[in-house]
């Protein structure tokens, strides 16, 4: 979509207004499809991507407030801006327009000018939102930006059960001293392309990014049926994928890269926390730290991966596990059974 | 009638607006659709179905004032508001007045 080109659709019962509605827009520059009741838009709108609803009121199978109501239930379409487009009579039931959120109101017959102006405005507001959606979506997940939407950004937590992975690169500020800026951050990329992809595909999400570390949930916000099983198997995939970047490593004569993982299961407290201008969904608790001493002690234990006693109780063939002597990790009242794999 | 059945300047900026073409057709559209919008109208009547008479009047409504045909939008408004009548005596009025107002469209058309 160009800055001032639109898919609108046009919800209307009356064939001369839809008729009217649609070459009004089009005049404007922007491309019309239209429906004659709010049953055969809401398929539409399911099925093809708009930018802007304008819709009457008075019809018939599915009226303009049953519209709204179900767009504004509808996590997939609530974002769709909607000019409501309607000779309705009575203030109270523009009032229930608005209320239903509704982005604005013009009676018929429809000011060419006023038209221009709302669509205009309406079509902006949904390239900022849509904009800002890909924002959250490049530092969060899918399922995050979900959540975020679907509980208005409460800035709140909660007590869950989850897996945390800490994953590491060995050494990556030495390899990188001997790269150039440029390739740092290209490997950098080519690194957390492949480590998101191995989180997101065991249905956890990529919850911080520090440098060359990343921390991974499993659980939250969505939970999922067995969490430690679902986080060692991305810490495998992402030890296959990182052995996978070496080989064309080798080839080109680059070092090679080595990867730590610590998984710790347990309760978390996770929610967003920041500001209103930027918060992060997150997790703070004993798993978390346990979690993130694992991956350090990656460095002496000679295994890739760590992981702790909870963990290893939900694995579904612990048959892999070594056990590898019980350790004193700091701000840990007592050593702990580590598993390593 | 010291009101006229018809304002010109009304489909006068419609065809300004949307171009002379296009104005024609959708008037054509309207003459075509609007004896459909009050066969509705004499149906919800006789079914008793306030919604459906409520729906068909603004409908007709809706349509008057994009052509300028206001002594029907003012009929049919009244209707809207009014609800399911006791008698059907708004309907036959509303039809000589649709009649009219079709004739002086057709008319505005052949301008």
Redesign the interface.
Known sequence: MSDSNGNLLIVD?????R??LS??VE?LGHRAAVAENGKIAMEMLRAGAYDLLLLDI???EMDGFEVLEALKNDADLRDIPVIVTS???GLDNIVRCIELGADDYIP??VN?VLLKARVHSCLEKKRLHDEQKRLLRRFTTVEVARDLQDSGFAIGGRRITASVLFCDIRDFTSISENMTPEATIELLNTYYTLMFEAVTSHGGIVSLMVGDGLMALFGAPQPIENSAQSAILAAHEMLNMTAMLNEERAVMEEPELKVGFGIATGKVVAGYAGTDDRATYTCVGKTVNLAARLEAHTKVAGHPILFDQETMEGLLDPDGCTPIPPVQFKGFSEKLQVFGM | MTEPIIDPSVCAELSDAMGSDFAAELIETFLNDAPNMIADLKKAAAEGDADGYRRAAHSIKSNADTFGAVQLAAMARSMELGGLPDADAPIPALEATYAASAEALKGLMDE
């Open positions: 019962d009356n064939k001369v207004n008729l009217l070459r009004g005049l008075e019809m018939p000779s309705v009579e018929k017959p060419k």
